[in-house]
Nanobody, 122 residues
């Protein structure tokens, strides 16, 4: 069973940048999944913010993050990344890395990471 471990969350100032990492701990099949990022704010619905295809050749971004978030992956390292630029207060959330069925733009999630919190404050 694929396992995902996120890291890189923490406190960031508005306007700053942060890079989240997602490493597959048992990564034999990492390269067969689309990898995405879903964020959760308590009391609000989960938001699918980004997804990258198996090859890394295409990516999806929610309108709320387009132009500020960049998702990448390195299949040789069984790791995906989410670069968050120009951080806004509304980016504060727990960010979950997910592995999803290819071609689903990460709608069909099969594996969840444990989440990493991002706090935005001056």
């Amino acid at each position: 069973q694929l396992q995902l471990v996120e890291s890189g969350g923490g406190l960031v100032q508005p306007g700053g940048s942060l890079r989240l990492s997602c490493e597959a701990s048992s990564g034999g099949t990492f390269y067969t999944y689309a990898i995405g990022w879903i964020r959760q704010v308590p009391g609000k619905e989960r938001e699918r913010v980004s997804c990258i295809s198996v090859s890394g050749g295409s990516a999806y971004y929610a309108d709320s993050v387009k132009g500020r978030f960049t998702v990448t992956r390195d299949n040789a390292k069984n790791t995906a990344y989410l670069l968050i630029d120009t951080v806004k207060p509304e980016d504060a959330a727990v960010y979950f890395c997910v592995a999803a069925q290819p071609g689903s733009q990460c709608r069909n999630v099969e594996v969840w990471g444990q989440g990493t919190p991002v706090t935005v404050a001056s």
